[in-house]
Structures are given as C-alpha cells and as structure tokens.
T-cell receptor, first 118, second 110 residues
Framework: DTGVSQDPRHKITKRGQNVTFRCDPISEHNRLYWYRQTLGQGPEFLTY????????KSRLLSDRFSAERPKGSFSTLEIQRTEQGDSAMYLC????????????????FGPGTRLTVL | QKEVEQDPGPLSVPEGAIVSLNCTYS??????FMWYRQYSRKGPELLMYTYSSGNKEDGRFTAQVDKSSKYISLFIRDSQPSDSATYLC??????????FGKGTRLSVIA
C-alpha cells in the first residue's frame, strides 16, 4: 500500500489519559500535516512538518498536544490529559511540493484515527 | 468570516441529475483549489484540483474556479448513488496550510 497510513484507526480512552497516534506518509513526500475534524465540520489544521522540522502550529494545538517527526519519516501526535472536547477524527496528510507548480495541490490524506474520550 | 464558506446541505437529488456544489473564499492569495470526497468515517479522498482560474474536467466531474468573484464550483453530471458522500472544497496559497469548507453532504437517490 503506497498511500498515507494511520494507526490506530480507532481509540477509546478515558478522560485524563494520554494517547499517541502514528502517521506514515507517502515515502517520497517531505511535507506532513495533521488535521482534526469534528462531526459536521471540515478538517481544521493543527500542525505541519517539512522533513523533520515542525514549521507551523495552529492555535488549536494547545500545550497538551505535541507532534514529532523524527528523521523526517513517520510522525506521531500525542495528546496528554485528554478531555472530552478532544474527541474527533485526527487526519494526517502528506505532499511533495514542486516549487509552485500545479502539483503542489496534490495532498493525500490518510484514513484518520477516530478518538473517543469518555 | 471564515476563510472558506460552503453550504453544508444536505443536498438530495435523483439519480442522473446534475449536481452543483459551491464554495466562496475570502483570501485573494489562494492559488490552489481542490475538491475532496469523504465517505462516512473515512479520510478525505482527492477528487480534483485546479491551479488559478479556469475549468478542469475529469469524466463526470467538472471543477471551476472564478478568482474574480472568489467562487469555486464542482459539477457532477449523471449523478450516481455511489456519489453519495460529503464533498469538501479546499484551498491554499502554497505557503499556508490547506483551508477547508465545512463540506456539503450529498445524497443521490436511486
């Protein structure tokens, strides 16, 4: 499978617990993005990496959230002390910018990790 | 005002109908325009993308961008029940994260 993969697909946790999600981008893609999507809403940007560098973080990303992309390959998103408001679908996407050409528009999303906080 | 506005629907049409889905955006710096299709509890799937203004056609799907009015459209001809999904418009400038509309839920009734 050469698409973006995410693990786990579903996670149920109790409030206050820590959770970690993993994303494996398409292998040659150097940009990796995390988004969050709640029911009835479009995906909202959380953060993105170019290679191993985290270049931008949204105001949505509170200090309970941390993301890493060691060695510029897979990425992890950790949520500490989960709250019920964290329940959402967490989406990962990757792209390979090509210097301003139309190919920059090609972002591929993974299947998402659905988090339920009880 | 949100950067991308999209009527969430739901929109229900009979099989074979022409479907028109629309978005407006506010940032004139946006250069890339995409449509994603999302089935229930799945990740968004890239359907079509365009760069700058103009039309792009792919089978039964046509994407249009009018930068002068900041208007994005997706037309689906001969709609099928398998087209039933949520359609998300998205846009960005190339140096900013992708910004999505809320999505329009489409049902095509056989």
């Amino acid at each position: 499978d050469t698409g973006v993969s995410q693990d786990p697909r579903h996670k149920i946790t109790k409030r206050g617990q820590n959770v970690t999600f993993r994303c494996d981008p398409i292998s040659e893609h150097n940009r990796l993005y995390w988004y969050r999507q709640t029911l009835g809403q479009g995906p909202e940007f959380l953060t993105y990496f170019q290679n191993e560098a985290q270049l931008e973080k949204s105001r949505l990303l509170s200090d309970r959230f941390s993301a890493e992309r060691p060695k510029g390959s897979f990425s992890t998103l950790e949520i500490q002390r989960t709250e019920q408001g964290d329940s959402a679908m967490y989406l990962c996407a990757s792209s390979l910018p090509s210097g301003g050409l139309a190919g920059d528009a090609v972002w591929f999303f993974g299947p998402g990790t659905r988090l339920t906080v009880l | 005002q949100k950067e991308v506005e999209q009527d969430p629907g739901p929109l229900s049409v009979p099989e074979g109908a022409i479907v028109s889905l629309n978005c407006t955006y506010s940032n004139s710096a946006f250069q890339y325009f995409m449509w994603y299709r999302q089935y229930s509890r799945k990740g968004p799937e890239l359907l079509m993308y365009t760069y700058s203004s103009g039309n792009k056609e792919d089978g039964r799907f046509t994407a249009q961008v009018d930068k002068s009015s900041k208007y994005i459209s997706l037309f689906i001809r001969d709609s099928q029940p398998s087209d039933s999904a949520t359609y998300l418009c998205a846009t960005y400038s190339g140096n900013t994260p992708l910004v999505f509309g809320k999505g329009t839920r489409l049902s095509v009734i056989a």
